[in-house]
């Protein structure tokens, strides 16, 4: 298999860390949707990463949805199988994707036009805010999110902050957010974190 995408992406970045813990063998080119457009434009014409191109020459796009094929391959998926702990965690995963999403596109409106629209960016912070206080109000005492294994949830939501942290220097303010700020240390701690990563590197 094949992983198409910069790790400073949070939605690479979490394909690569599900990759590494399942033990699934791949290879890595960290193409710009930028600087890359043409090539990613071939694969996917969204122009959008994460690609992973599996060894029959499919390209799936979308995290989640590679997340779901990755978890089919192996018996112990990093998602539940059985509910309700399964919704359980999809409802974190997806506020956490939710959270960088939304510092995504304050970053491309703060990069891409030179004015920016001040409506736009106030949606922006107000989201990432709301979101950020939810999960800190909602974060157990517990290891990891859900007990003492690490998920998915977890996962994406160490990589949206690390992404919001590097992307918006001051936007957030750590000590506002004790319990996500020990989470994000945890779990950036990890070997598999030290070696899925990459400095957030503004597109020129």
């Given at each position: ?45 969204l122009?959008?990463?994460p690609?992973?191109l ?17 978890d089919?391959l ?46 736009w960016?106030?949606?922006c912070r ?25 998920g ?17 220097p001051g ?9 996500l700020?020990?989470h ?5 701690a ?15």
């Amino acid at each position: 298999m094949i992983l198409i995408g910069q790790y400073d992406s949070p939605f690479v970045r979490r394909v690569g860390i599900a990759l590494t813990l399942y033990g699934q063998p791949f290879d890595h080119r960290p193409w710009s949707v930028f600087a890359d457009a043409d090539k990613l434009r071939a694969i996917n014409p969204l122009m959008r990463v994460p690609v992973l191109l599996l060894p029959d020459g499919s390209a799936l796009t979308d995290s989640h949805m590679i997340l779901d094929y990755l978890d089919n391959l192996v018996d112990a998926p990093l998602f539940p199988r059985a509910e309700p702990a399964r919704h359980q965690a999809l409802r974190i995963a997806a506020l956490a994707c939710g959270l960088a999403d939304k510092a995504v596109s304050l970053f491309y409106e703060r990069r891409l036009h030179e004015v920016t629209s001040a409506v736009w960016e106030h949606r922006c912070r107000v989201q990432i805010s709301a979101v950020l206080a939810l999960l800190e109000a909602e974060r157990p005492e517990s290891l990891w999110w859900f007990g003492d294994a690490m998920g998915h949830a977890d996962i994406a939501l160490a990589c949206a902050l690390r992404f919001v942290t590097e992307a918006h220097p001051g936007l957030i303010d750590a000590a506002g957010y004790p319990r996500l700020a020990t989470h994000a240390a945890r779990a950036e701690a990890l070997e598999v974190f030290q070696r899925i990563r990459q400095p957030f590197v503004a597109p020129a």
